[in-house]
């Protein structure tokens, strides 16, 4: 398997940065993840309107063309045996003498690496999985898939202590998403998700699921959603790159709806898998 960094493709255990990256000083950097099928990247378009999306807010100039970009990650796509990848994408301010505000003459970091998908098993999509609650406690520029990521390292910390799969964050009440996923309730067939604002991370997975309920006459509603309304849901679900949709059964100490997997999660699930293909 190869990576990708500053225009060279070497083995992982070669790659090196200097300890002066901006990255590694003050998480200044961005990043991507984007699901491999098939060899074969998974709304790729969506995904590096993102990335380009993510450059634009912290004014990193975009070191590539979409053409580019795309060859850089087929080539190290291509290096890898398996054909379901996760290929995970970073770009640093690069490398300067340490003072905050940017520096004038910097050239971006580029790594790009690819690891096999590793899904969640059916077991664990039959059974659904357990979740925590918590208060947000991350800045407010949540839309931006920054790899400043301590806030969401702390929150997966504490869904691993209480053995779950991820905490389910709220900001003053409101819902917000996962440690590392979007989160949607369902009620009374309606499937909704927290606003796309600044306070979560805008899923690619959260375009798509409004695109599967359309075509499956799903009523979808984009709104603020209340802690009560969370532990009221008939279904709750994450998703993720990693994760596609998953089924959450139980919260806290509560049982979400009648403990299993709901119709809704089954159909979008079912869906999510036609639409791979
Ligand atoms: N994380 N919200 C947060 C905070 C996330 O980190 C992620 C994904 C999502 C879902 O986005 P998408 O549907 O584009 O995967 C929402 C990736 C998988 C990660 O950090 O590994």
Known sequence: ALVYLNGEFQSLSEARIPVLDRGFIFGDGIYEVIPVYGRKMFRAKQHMARLFRSLDAI???NPHSEENWMALIQKVMDAHPSDDQMVYLQV??????????????????????TNPLVLP?????????ACVTMEDRRWLHCEIKSISLLGNVLAAQHAAESGVTES????????????????WVVKNGV????????????????????????????????RKIT?????????????????????????????????????IYQQLYAAYQAAKH
């Not at 003498?97 to 520096?103: M, S, V």
């Not at 098993?121 to 999985?129: F, L, T």
């Open 59 to 61: 004014g990193i100039p």
């Open 92 to 113: 640093t301010r690069g490398v300067a003498k340490r003072a905050h505000a940017f520096p004038k003459e910097v050239t971006p970091t580029v790594f790009i690496m």
């Open 121 to 129: 098993s059916a077991q664990v999509r039959a059974d659904g999985v």
């Open 168 to 183: 389910i964050q709220f900001r003053d009440g409101w819902l917000t998403e996962g440690s590392s996923s979007n989160v």
């Open 191 to 222: 499937i909704m998700g927290p606003p796309k604002d600044h306070l979560i991370l805008e899923g690619i997975r959260y375009g798509l699921l409004q695109e599967l309920c359309e075509q499956h006459g799903i009523p979808f509603e984009s």
């Open 227 to 263: 802690q009560e309304e969370v532990f009221a849901a008939d279904e709750l679900m994450i998703s993720s790159a990693t994760k596609e949709i998953l089924p959450v059964v139980r919260l806290d100490a509560q049982t979400i709806g009648n403990g299993a997997p709901g119709p």
